[in-house]
């Protein structure tokens, strides 16, 4: 079955540009019927949406989160990035990918997250 | 942005105990409603979609309902495997959003 793997550094500094990878297994990323998502958990707070992107490369962003937030898919490499840019202590979060099926818009594959602190 | 509501945002349980938690959106959603278990370290699970249909490999004293605004998720009889938390979605417009999470615990 699909799997999904979150990869990258788990401490940024202030300002930097946070950038994450997803890797999937298991099935194509170039899928129909399917959107690739983030989202993340800041320290015990609840769910929040950063975007989402199909496998054409049309995406979808929190508007909060709009101006500083890329989303992109490698079909070459199957797998999805996430880059955060002027990244702050409120972007500490456990970040999450996670497969969504167009329609529902539920989310039914999860990577198990990364945590990233941002911190000097 | 659709708001989601839940509540409670808490709860204790016994094991056997019949509990709903509740999902309030803040405007109609329809049934684009789904619904998660989180646990610490572990992947996210999707128990249900679209208000009522079950994810597969999930248990069936799960279940779910509503329309429009108002949702609720029930677990029949609690298990231990079960405390956790909880939380729903909406997937009716973008931005994707939601509810704060139910946590439940032991009793």
């Known amino acids: 079955q699909v799997q999904l793997q979150e990869s990258g550094p788990g401490l940024v500094k202030p300002s930097q540009t946070l950038s994450l990878t997803c890797t999937v297994s298991g099935g194509s990323i170039s899928s129909g019927g399917y959107f690739w998502t983030w989202i993340r958990q800041h320290p015990g707070k609840g769910l929040e949406w950063i975007g989402y992107?199909?496998?054409?490369?049309?995406?979808y962003y929190s508007p909060s989160l709009k101006s500083r937030v890329t989303i992109s898919v490698d079909t070459s490499k199957n797998h999805l990035s996430l880059k955060l840019s002027s990244v702050t202590a409120a972007d500490t979060a456990v970040y999450y990918c996670?497969?969504?099926?167009?329609?529902?818009?539920?989310?039914?594959?999860w990577g198990q997250g990364t945590t990233v602190t941002v911190s000097s | 942005d659709i708001q989601m509501t839940q509540s409670p945002s808490s709860l204790s349980a016994s094991v056997g105990d019949r509990i709903t938690i509740t999902c309030r959106a803040s405007q109609s959603i329809s049934t684009y409603l789904n619904w998660y278990q989180l646990k610490p370290g572990k992947a996210p699970q999707l128990l249900i979609y679209e208000t009522s249909s079950l994810q597969s490999d999930v248990p069936s004293r799960f279940s779910g309902s509503g329309s429009g605004t108002d949702f609720t998720l029930t677990i029949s009889s609690l298990q231990p495997e079960d405390f956790a938390t909880y939380y729903c979605q909406q997937g009716f417009s973008s931005p994707l959003t939601f509810g704060g999470g139910t946590k439940v615990e032991i009793k």
């Open positions: 992107i199909y496998y054409s490369g049309s995406t």
């Open positions: 996670a497969r969504g099926i167009r329609g529902h818009y539920g989310m039914d594959v």
